[in-house]
């Protein structure tokens, strides 16, 4: 019994990192989409507006393929862990690629931040750090699912 708990809350802690980068990558992606909102949020001018969408595109597009790699793996991993004999081995082999998807994501959202950086003045740089330290992560879905 000890053992299935551990797997539970292995399983449960993988699918709530998925949640929660999940919601960092669509707050991202809710950037880009209002791109013009935070062009004008952060006044950039027209060179730095031609600049920063040059980045979203590439960005967005790894981001998007990241998420949807991420999914696969998740899908597969649920339907494991309920399957009528569960695997370990498959299921171990699922949350091991869905960490390694995780950091990749993490790494291009980090690489995309430093790359933003260096287009914005300092103003401008506060100005982003408080847009982004003020958003509110949703819940993972997991955890939605298990109540308040």
């Known amino acids: 019994m000890q053992r299935s708990r551990l797997l539970y809350l292995l399983i449960l802690s993988v699918l709530a990192n998925v949640g929660v980068l999940g919601a960092a990558a669509y707050q991202s992606r809710s950037h880009a989409a209002d791109g013009p909102d935070v062009a004008r949020y952060l006044a950039l001018d027209a060179d730095q507006q031609q600049r920063w969408k040059s980045l979203e595109g590439p960005f967005v597009a790894e981001l998007d393929a990241g998420w ?5 793996h998740r899908e ?3 339907r494991e862990v309920f399957a009528q004999t569960p695997d ?3 299921i171990e082999a699922e ?3 869905i960490a390694e998807l995780q950091v990749l994501q993490q790494k291009r959202v980090l690489a995309q931040f430093l790359r933003e950086r260096e287009i914005l003045s300092a103003e401008q740089r506060r100005l982003l750090v408080e847009l982004l330290l003020r958003e509110r992560q949703p819940a993972p879905r997991e955890r939605q699912l298990h109540g308040t």
């Open 88 to 90: 370990p081995a498959r």
């Open 68 to 72: 949807r790699e991420v999914a696969q």
């Open 76 to 78: 597969r991993l649920i």
């Open 95 to 97: 949350r091991a690629r």
